[in-house]
Nanobody, 122 residues
Framework: QVQLVESGGGLVQAGGSLRLSCAASERTFTMGWFRQAPGKEREFVAAITRSASNTNYADSVKGRFTISRDNAKNTVYLQMDNLKPEDTAVYYC??????????????????WGQGTQVTVST
């Protein structure tokens, strides 16, 4: 089972930027980012296939967030620009077991990191 460790979260003012990283213990296939705010369900943010041939973004982050990966480092990134208070959440990195499209569904991901907190102030 692949281990995933997120980093890069923190406190930032609205309009600012953060880059999240997710370091995997081994080779991964499709990787995704999800987030969960207090009192809300976990929601899809972005996903990327192994070769980065396909990406998907939630409408709420499209144009502001960019997902990328460096397979040599077994790492996936989420560049978050023009952050808004509604982006405040715990962000989770996830990996599928095998080949997949850039799935928007949480059930497609078998392995999850512990999450990193992102707080955007007004």
């Amino acid at each position: 089972q692949v281990q995933l460790v997120e980093s890069g979260g923190g406190l930032v003012q609205a309009g600012g930027s953060l880059r999240l990283s997710c370091a995997a213990s081994e080779r991964t296939f499709t990787m995704g980012w999800f987030r969960q705010a207090p009192g809300k369900e976990r929601e899809f943010v972005a996903a990327i296939t192994r070769s980065a041939s396909n990406t998907n973004y939630a409408d709420s982050v499209k144009g502001r967030f960019t997902i990328s990966r460096d397979n040599a480092k077994n790492t996936v990134y989420l560049q978050m620009d023009n952050l808004k208070p509604e982006d405040t959440a715990v962000y989770y990195c996830a990996a599928t077991t095998g080949y997949s499209g850039a799935s928007v569904y949480s059930w497609a991901y078998a392995n999850w990191g512990q999450g990193t907190q992102v707080t955007v102030s007004t």
